[in-house]
């Protein structure tokens, strides 16, 4: 009886914080949509998110191609195609690779941020403060992080794709001796614009993931971790988890379903 019981009150409690986390997304869309815009918290979120990342995702994007280039052409060329590099750096970049580690490498650089800065502001009672005041503080604090993230992961993921194409070019055409007509044109040939809008439409998903769990964690911090530097330690592993685990899964589904 005691495990039933166990069970059910733990089957209640997911359904609640569920249901309190797509109310959480839904307000962040309605305050994101709804004026006024704090446009200064915006653009200071969009070049903590954005512009401080590139370092991460330059060096990412450029390794993660020279290994494709090199695992590529080492299968091709067991099939006489090594022709078809250019291609296969291009679409994996683009189509799938770009999007996904672009958006796992935001999430641990200024995801884990944000739900630690709204997780000490949520401790420390300065969110309470912001209600006392008459402030709403999503605008303050949920709209930036949203708006950034969707303006800016995308962008990252573009600038990946396209540091991840170069650094393809680095091995497979210095380095192992396709040609470079060969490389870009064949890519040219196979590569359509709807392989760029997947790739774009998923980064823009990866986005509101992002912000919306991120977020979430540190607002809540004090309910359902516990409040002190412990309570904002967890929140900020559980938003970094939960973040590439739906990052991972919801790719999974738009693959298979949507492209």
């Not at 497979?172 to 001796?177: D, M």
Request: aromatic share 14%; charged share 10%; with cysteine.
């Amino acid at each position: 009886m005691d495990f039933v019981r166990s069970l059910g009150s733990e089957t209640l409690n997911l359904v609640h914080r569920l249901g309190r986390m797509g109310i959480f997304l839904v307000k962040g869309f309605f305050f994101s949509l709804t004026p006024p815009l704090k446009i200064s918290l915006v653009l200071k979120q969009i070049r903590f998110i954005g512009f401080q990342s590139l370092s991460v995702i330059f060096l990412t994007g450029a390794f993660t191609g020279m290994v494709l280039a090199f695992q590529g052409y080492n299968t091709l060329s067991r099939f006489g195609s090594e022709a078809f590099l250019g291609p296969m750096v291009g679409l994996s970049l683009i189509k799938e690779m770009g999007p996904v580690i672009s958006a796992l490498m935001v999430t641990g650089r200024a995801g884990s941020s944000v739900t630690a800065e709204i997780g000490i502001m949520r401790i420390s009672e300065q969110i309470d403060a912001l209600k006392l005041m008459g402030l709403n503080p999503y605008r303050y604090l949920i709209v930036p992080n949203f708006i950034a993230a969707l303006v800016s992961v995308p962008l990252l993921a573009a600038i990946f794709d396209v540091v991840g194409i170069f650094g393809g070019y680095l091995i497979g055409v210095r380095l192992l001796g396709v040609g470079s007509g060969v490389y870009f044109g064949e890519m040219i040939s196979y590569m359509e614009m709807k392989d760029i809008i997947e790739g774009m439409f998923k980064s823009l998903n990866f986005g509101i993931i992002i912000s919306w769990v991120c977020c979430f964690k540190g607002y809540y911090t004090g309910v359902y971790t516990g409040f002190g530097a412990e309570g904002v330690s967890k929140a900020t592993t559980q938003a970094v988890v939960l973040s590439s685990v739906l990052i991972l899964v919801w790719d999974y589904f738009m693959t298979s379903t949507l492209f």
